[in-house]
């Protein structure tokens, strides 16, 4: 069965530049969430879109953004970028909108991104 | 988001079963019981959810309390594969708080050979 797509799978960055990590959401899912888990943490929610309008938004720093495209897939863009921001990037999608609580969500294989 | 609380670690033999149980005495009447594991290196993934009644699927068993403070996973015969950190999370069905995952500390199972 198709699975998330994440790409890419490594990334390494000198601060204050700039990353764009993409995610590819299971075919006919409409809702993509964005999790960030650093070395040693447990996974925090960053933002979620459902039918390319955010639909929530937790402890994601100003200097990120997101959006999603009319094909469903999701780019987290993050600028200035910070020792601190070096963490693991799981995108995790699911068939149906925020206000299916039930729904089951369905995580990629995560991007590492390692800011020197 | 109501709390919930699981042991740090615990650890079982392979081919035997695994009981990891889960604290929620904050739990709402409108609070469903989900269940994900992070295998190493990997993304989270769904193991299991539940309302009020016991839930049986291929990969595990959901037991919950009557009073719904407290919950069971229950794996009948873990393999090595099963080595995870598991985590007990509430989701909230009143469609006000989103559907976000919030991860607590999860138990880390280790399963010995």
């Known amino acids: 069965a198709a699975g998330v797509i994440q790409s890419p799978r490594h990334l390494i960055k000198e601060k204050r530049e700039t990353a764009t990590l993409k995610c590819y959401p299971i075919?006919?899912?409409?809702?993509v969430y964005w999790y960030q888990q650093g070395p040693g943490q447990d996974p925090q929610f960053l933002i979620s879109?459902?039918?390319?309008?955010?639909?929530d938004k937790g402890s994601i720093p100003d200097r990120f953004s997101a959006q999603q495209f009319s094909d469903y897939h999701s780019e987290l863009n993050m600028s200035s970028l910070e020792l601190g921001d070096s963490a693991l990037y799981f995108c995790?999608?699911?068939?149906?909108?925020?206000?299916?609580?039930?729904?089951?969500?369905?995580f990629g294989p995560g991007t590492r991104l390692l800011v020197l | 988001d109501a709390k919930t609380t699981q042991p740090n670690s615990m650890e079982s033999n392979e081919e035997e079963p695994v009981h990891l149980p889960c604290n929620h005495s904050?739990?709402?009447?409108?609070?469903?019981i989900h269940w994900y594991r992070q295998l190493p290196s990997q993304g989270p993934e769904y193991v299991i959810h539940?309302?009020?009644s016991n839930v049986n699927n291929r990969m595990a068993s959901l037991a919950i309390a009557e009073d719904r403070k407290s919950s069971t996973l229950i794996l009948h015969r873990a393999t090595l594969r099963d080595a995870a950190v598991y985590y007990c999370?509430?989701?909230?069905?009143?469609?006000?708080?989103?559907?976000?995952?919030?991860f607590g500390e999860g138990t880390q199972l280790t399963v010995n050979p």
């Open positions: 904050t739990i709402s009447g409108t609070d469903y």
């Open positions: 995790a999608s699911s068939p149906r909108s925020g206000g299916g609580i039930r729904e089951t969500q369905y």
């Open positions: 999370i509430l989701r909230d069905t009143s469609g006000t708080s989103g559907s976000r995952l919030t």
């Open positions: 075919p006919r899912h409409d809702t």
């Open positions: 539940g309302l009020t």
């Open positions: 879109f459902y039918e390319k309008m955010q639909s």
